[in-house]
């Protein structure tokens, strides 16, 4: 803080000085006066608050403390002793380990030093009006004190920090049972991992020093670890070292690919920090070091989200999510519970997903009422059933089937679920009067090639319509691939690896658009937020990626060399799959949002609402039919850009 600001209110961060509430303090004592520890730290504290009492009246009168003064020393003393005391409890100096004394402790200390001295210099002038008090006394007073105080905390600090204490000579005489780490990265993420390794020698980590790009860090030290030179000095680091960590959370797609090579080319296992996206609720710690993820090596920036404007809409809101225990259902459930909705539904016709992902909340959000309910919505009385009992003010639709190939298959239960499921929960908004509608949709929706994309298009458009003299805002978002969603081809090219299989793709040149799941379902958030009803968001998703050049990384990330450990074999491509897909059609006419990874269409209001109601009537006749055929060309007739294969 003092690096970014000269100003002294900022510094001494007056908006947080105050002290516990009454029923926390009178909490906190209770818990604190059974512990035997107290009693030591509130005599230390009272000995140098005496001892910087006595020592600011000695430095003012130069050694030779006038009778009067002494008197007044002696009668004044244990009155300061007492006060100071009872400040440092309030501001909670007793409800930490010495050993363990931060700098936010340090500020408390100067916090009720500053207190205890301005309201002892009141009491004197409000009495005494200072007469026969000299007033640099308790100026000094001041200082000594937080001196003392402050120091005496940070003295049993150093001496139990590893850095500094006779435990470092411990470490140091059992550097053979020591995993060597060297740090890609001299910047808060690797700070704040070496702090820690530092902090606690159980870990078994010695770090050897950093790597960083930025030449003024050459030959600096963080903690006593000096920065070796850049990333691309790596293979001439003369330090031993057994592993190597990336500590850059912000770094993506093409730099983590280069790191991620030189990395390989040392033939040390290498791991990295989360990224931003996964720091969201927690913190950058020896604990939350993994393996470099396939998504590391995606070509996108991290995300920033307005997180004002998606509290105003979820904030004391009741909030309903289908597909709840599904890939992207699940994270909107998890980063809805991060804005406090007021209550949140939780709908998904799956037994077992449903059971872990309500586990999951309630463990994770106990302060938040959590309704589960196991319900198909193509059955139009159960969902008027939880409409009427929640009474939902938001909904995020993500149940859908969306297995391409299987829908190919079954035509028929595409229709019912992705379309009819759709309808009746737009019909039961409506009539329960919800906010915001937000449907999930897909970039297969644009000229699809395949069962799955001419449903989800025709939820699209029936979605679009609905909006109008209307209490609800109906709005749709668009998005490519999500990497470990199910139906996702990561997992099964896992499966092969670890099974020493080939690694099976369809084609050479097929490409797709990826992201992560939990991008995915911020952004759902921030679109949601955006919406005035008739939109059609779009996510952007970067540059596609090879399938194949996707399998390779994968292959590599587990260790082992495409080609040569693991084969990649085409085997072409599957019922209704298109080498590319597509995120607009031609003509419509996409627009900049607010921001940045977002885009949006406005909504097509040329769809009659009883005409679609209509064609979707005659849709879910023929669909009772089971004849794939014909399901296919009255798609077409509804979706003239569906290009079937009949």
């Known amino acids: 803080m003092l690096e970014k600001s000269g100003n002294v209110l900022e510094v001494l961060n007056v908006k947080t000085w105050r002290p516990l509430p009454l029923s926390q303090t009178l909490f906190n004592m209770k818990n604190i006066i059974h512990n035997k520890n107290f009693y030591l730290m509130l005599?230390?504290?009272?000995?140098?608050?005496?001892?910087?009492?006595?020592?600011?009246?000695?430095?003012?009168?130069?050694?030779?403390?006038?009778?009067?003064?002494?008197?007044?020393?002696?009668?004044?003393?244990?009155?300061?002793?007492?006060?100071?005391?009872?400040?440092?409890?309030?501001?909670?100096?007793?409800?930490?380990?010495?050993?363990?004394?931060?700098?936010?402790?340090?500020?408390?200390?100067?916090?009720?030093?500053?207190?205890?001295?301005?309201?002892?210099?009141?009491?004197?002038?409000?009495?005494?009006?200072?007469?026969?008090?000299?007033?640099?006394?308790?100026?000094?007073?001041?200082?000594?004190?937080?001196?003392?105080?402050?120091?005496?905390?940070?003295?049993?600090?150093?001496?139990?920090?590893?850095?500094?204490?006779?435990?470092?000579?411990?470490r140091h005489n059992r550097k053979s049972s020591l995993r060597r780490l060297l740090i890609i990265g001299a910047g808060d993420a690797g700070e704040k991992v070496l702090r820690e390794i530092l902090e606690h020698p159980s870990i078994n980590i010695e770090p050897v020093g950093f790597l960083d790009d930025n030449p003024l860090k050459r030959g600096k030290a963080i903690h006593g670890i000096p920065v070796l030179g850049t990333l691309d000095d790596i293979g001439k680091v003369k330090r031993n070292f057994d592993e190597i960590l990336i500590a850059i959370p912000s770094v993506r797609g093409a730099e983590m690919r280069r790191i991620v090579d030189m990395c390989e080319e040392t033939g040390k296992p290498f791991r990295t920090v989360p990224g931003i996206w996964e720091l969201i609720e927690g913190r950058i710690s020896v604990k939350s070091i993994r393996n470099v993820h396939i998504e590391d090596l995606l070509d996108r920036e991290e995300i920033h989200l307005d997180e004002e404007e998606i509290r105003q809409y979820i904030k004391d809101k009741r909030v309903l999510i289908t597909g709840a225990g599904g890939s992207i259902g699940s994270e909107l459930v998890r980063q809805v519970g991060r804005f406090r909705p007021q209550a949140l539904a939780l709908l998904d016709f799956s037994e077992e997903n449903l059971f872990k992902i309500e586990g999951e909340c309630r463990q994770r959000?106990?302060?938040?009422?959590?309704?589960?309910?196991?319900?198909?919505?193509?059955?139009?009385?159960?969902?008027?059933?939880?409409?009427?009992?929640?009474?939902?003010?938001?909904?995020?639709?993500?149940?859908?089937?969306?297995?391409?190939?299987?829908?190919?298959?079954?035509?028929?239960?595409?229709?019912?679920?992705?379309?009819?499921?759709?309808?009746?929960?737009?019909?039961?908004?409506?009539?329960?009067?919800?906010?915001?509608?937000?449907?999930?949709?897909?970039?297969?929706?644009?000229?699809?090639?395949?069962?799955?994309?001419?449903?989800?298009?025709?939820?699209?458009?029936?979605?679009e319509c609905m909006n109008g003299d209307v209490v609800t805002r109906f709005m749709a978002v668009r998005f490519g691939n999500v990497l470990w969603s199910s139906g996702s081809a990561i997992p099964m090219f896992q499966k092969q690896i670890s099974q020493g299989m080939p690694v099976t793709v369809t084609h050479p040149e097929i490409t797709r658009y990826f992201m992560s799941i939990p991008e995915a379902a911020q952004l759902i958030l921030?679109?949601?937020?955006?919406?005035?009803?008739?939109?059609?968001?779009?996510?952007?998703?970067?540059?596609?990626?090879?399938?194949?050049?996707?399998?390779?990384?994968?292959?590599?990330?587990?260790?082992?060399?495409?080609?040569?450990?693991?084969?990649?074999?085409?085997?072409?491509?599957?019922?209704?799959?298109k080498l590319y897909e597509e995120l607009i059609t031609e003509g419509e006419g996409i627009v900049a949002t607010g921001h940045e990874k977002i885009l949006v269409l406005r909504g097509d209001d040329t769809h009659n609402r009883d005409v679609l109601n209509a064609q979707i009537d005659e849709l879910l006749t023929i669909a009772a039919t089971f004849d794939a055929i014909a399901i296919k060309k009255k798609l077409k007739e509804i979706v003239p850009e569906y290009t079937p294969q009949i």
């Open 43 to 170: 005599s230390a504290d009272a000995v140098l608050v005496a001892l910087a009492y006595s020592l600011a009246y000695l430095v003012r009168f130069e050694g030779n403390i006038p009778l009067q003064n002494l008197a007044q020393l002696k009668a004044t003393l244990p009155f300061v002793i007492a006060f100071k005391l009872i400040c440092f409890f309030i501001f909670g100096l007793y409800r930490g380990m010495w050993r363990y004394t931060s700098l936010a402790e340090v500020r408390n200390v100067l916090k009720a030093t500053v207190c205890s001295s301005i309201v002892i210099v009141l009491v004197i002038l409000l009495l005494y009006r200072f007469q026969g008090y000299s007033r640099y006394v308790y100026v000094i007073d001041f200082v000594l004190t937080f001196l003392f105080v402050g120091g005496a905390r940070a003295a049993i600090r150093m001496f139990f920090d590893n850095n500094y204490s006779f435990f470092r000579v411990i």
């Open 365 to 463: 959000f106990g302060f938040i009422p959590i309704s589960g309910f196991l319900v198909d919505v193509k059955n139009r009385k159960s969902t008027d059933r939880v409409f009427r009992e929640f009474g939902p003010d938001t909904v995020f639709h993500a149940a859908a089937y969306k297995h391409v190939p299987m829908q190919e298959l079954h035509p028929w239960e595409a229709v019912f679920n992705n379309i009819s499921g759709t309808r009746n929960l737009v019909e039961a908004a409506l009539e329960n009067r919800v906010e915001r509608f937000v449907l999930v949709s897909t970039d297969k929706a644009v000229r699809p090639a395949n069962i799955m994309g001419a449903t989800k298009r025709m939820a699209e458009m029936f979605v």
């Open 526 to 577: 921030q679109a949601g937020a955006m919406g005035r009803g008739g939109e059609i968001f779009i996510l952007e998703m970067g540059k596609p990626m090879r399938i194949v050049d996707l399998a390779r990384d994968l292959i590599r990330l587990s260790g082992l060399e495409p080609d040569r450990d693991i084969p990649i074999e085409f085997i072409g491509l599957r019922p209704g799959e």
